[in-house]
């Protein structure tokens, strides 16, 4: 991993490099050592390309605003200093990067982690994954901060081997989100994912799009805790995941135990969205 440090303020694309801390080898746990702020974290797809760069950085920017510290930025500045870090790897090397603003400490200063693209395995896909469900909501919830993040780590920390994800449950018993995801069911033959109370994640976003192409059924209002014996389909979002199919929820077989046609169907759709969306950063 690869740390720098910049500043929305700086006229010229100057980076300081950051040592990382001993026993610090995740995003997360750097992340917690930094001053609190927005965050963002996207791939990169054929080394220097990305999905929808000024969604990521327009987020950063209405997080602040929700936070109560508007700062605006150029985004080509922030352009600019992710190709000086991307230009670090070898050319065949695809990416995680994460991009945190300091809205409290050093307003402006910004900070960007870098590594090796790891994806979930081939298994995960053809077969499905298990999640885990959790009572946990964000009370400002299309703000992405930093501080949902310790929480979060804790909950996966307890994680039993087969479980990939939690989902995100409030009081009413709705499902939500994952903590580093979104959440997607299939029930009635509709798409159904919550919209007011969860992130707006860049791929859920292109989800959406691609389910409309498709001609699918949307209904943006969660599932419930109650409904799960009536999902006939799942699946989570995320930068890096893309569509990744779920199988089981808690003790709950979802649908006959494998990824349903609905999901495979959009996967595929996803996969061509991508490839006529991804530009050079």
């Known amino acids: 991993m690869l740390v720098f440090q910049g ?6 694309n100057k980076l300081s490099r950051l040592p990382l801390p001993r026993g610090v080898d995740t995003f997360d746990e750097f992340t917690v050592r930094v001053p609190g702020g927005a965050y963002t974290t996207f791939r990169t ?8 760069v000024e969604d990521h950085l327009e987020r950063l920017q209405e997080t602040a605003q929700l936070a109560g510290n508007p700062l605006r930025f150029e985004s080509a500045k922030i352009r600019a200093d992710l190709r000086q870090i991307i230009d670090k790897y070898p050319q065949n090397k695809e990416l995680r990067v994460r991009i945190v603003l300091d809205l409290y400490e050093y307003p402006g200063d910004i900070y ?9 395995g081939a298994d995960a896909y053809q077969n499905g994954v298990k999640l885990i469900t959790c009572s946990m909501r964000r009370y400002n919830p299309k703000a992405k901060l930093t501080r949902a993040i310790p929480r979060a780590e804790k909950i996966r920390s307890e994680f039993a081997v087969d479980v990939h994800e ?7 018993g709705r ?5 580093t995801s979104n959440f997607f069911a299939v029930k009635g033959g ?33 599932v419930t805790l109650s409904e799960i014996l009536k999902i006939e389909e799942a699946f989570i979002t995320s930068s890096s995941r893309a569509i990744l199919p779920v199988v089981q929820i808690d003790d709950q077989v979802i649908g ?24 050079p950063i």
Request: glycine content about 6%.
């Open 45 to 52: 797809f054929e080394h220097d390309k990305a999905l929808r």
């Open 190 to 222: 509709r798409l159904w994912t919550n919209e007011s109370e969860v992130l707006s994640g860049v791929t859920r976003s292109l989800v959406i799009d691609a389910a409309e192409e498709a001609g699918l059924k949307l209904n943006l209002k969660s």
């Open 256 to 279: 006959e135990g494998k990824p349903g046609l609905i999901t495979l169907r959009l996967m595929g759709c996803l996969e061509d969205r991508i490839h006529r969306e991804i530009e």
């Open 112 to 120: 960007y982690m870098s590594e090796l693209l790891k994806t979930p």
């Open 166 to 172: 939690a989902l995100m449950v409030d009081e009413d």
């Open 175 to 179: 499902i939500l989100e994952g903590l």
């Open 7 to 12: 500043s929305i303020f700086q006229k010229e």
